[in-house]
């Protein structure tokens, strides 16, 4: 008999992943009905998630009541929160988690798979505090001491980012040359997640398998690379220069909104001194691929398809 999977965040980034990957693998999707919450169920990728057999409903983490009749019937949560940067973001983030455990719990909800992140302000003695990690973190611990089993997984900088936030940009003056810019180390390998693609296998290998992974978190990345490697793959790829160059702090935080500055400056400090996951990243990131049965999406395959310089 089938049993549902409720997928919190089903139109975002994460729990799109999630949905799409349940409800294209034959296996899964024999397993598992889905029910994809969204805040507005008239969007596109609403009737994206519905045209491929998701049940689609109306729920807001802003409104604990609407979680616990979303969740209704379901054996598993998926949970992926938004971060909002702004003074509330570490509070909010936080509730809206804590929100998500307890109406499951109250829902008799069996398993809660909760993306998750380490907790910078702890790995570094208190010089970094993250607001978007710190708050999963200590949700993590907190849905740990509830009465429902959970698993976690933790996803790496997404490869996204390089069409975006990190995406090489013309050197003026300079025909065919590109920089990234940045402040964290260029030597130091980071892990990198096609969240689109990826994102849901990882889930996906917890779902399979939900007794095997109990109490335990999934580093959600397909290999590490530092910011010199992969300016030096985009460049093999589109023929054109493609450097790393290390920015003044001063100048990267004037490309941010206030509210965020400390936030990401902190991040990317974080990674750059103590590695994304802390010390033993690239291990914990080894181990969660070998527990992975599906295909994951390289560095080299995503850059090629999707990475364009004009
Ligand atoms: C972070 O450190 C505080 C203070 O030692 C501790 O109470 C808390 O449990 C830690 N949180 C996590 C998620 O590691
Ligand atoms: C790359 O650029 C070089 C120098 O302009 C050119 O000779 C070569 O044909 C280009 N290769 C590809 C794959 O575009
Ligand atoms: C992780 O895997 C890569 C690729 O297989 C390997 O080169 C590296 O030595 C491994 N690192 C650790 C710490 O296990």
Sequence with gaps: MSQ??????????????????????????ARYKVRALTRDTTKPAADALRAKGAEVVQADLEDPASLKAAFAGA??????????????????????????????????????????????????????????????????????SLPIKSAFYAPATFMQNLLAGMAPRPVPDQPAVYAIANIFAGDRPYPWLDVAADAGKFVGAILANPDKFAGKVLYAGSGMATMDEIAAKISAQTNKTVKYVLMSEEKFRAYLPPAAQDAIVNMFLFCSEHGYYGPDSERLVNESIAEVPYKLTSLEEYIAANVKLA
Excluded: W
């Design 4 to 29: 549902l999977l409720v997928i919190v965040g089903a139109t975002g980034q994460q729990g799109g992943s999630v949905a799409n990957f349940v409800l294209s693998d034959p296996v899964l999707s």
């Design 75 to 144: 054996s598993t949560v998926f949970a992926a929160t938004k971060t909002v940067y702004d003074e509330q973001a570490k509070a909010r983030e936080l509730r809206q988690s804590k929100d998500v455990a307890d109406a499951a719990v109250a829902a008799g909800v069996q398993y809660l798979i909760y993306s998750t992140q380490v907790h910078c302000e702890n790995v570094s003695g208190g010089k970094y505090p993250v607001a978007a990690y710190d708050s999963k973190a200590e949700a993590e611990a907190y849905i740990r």
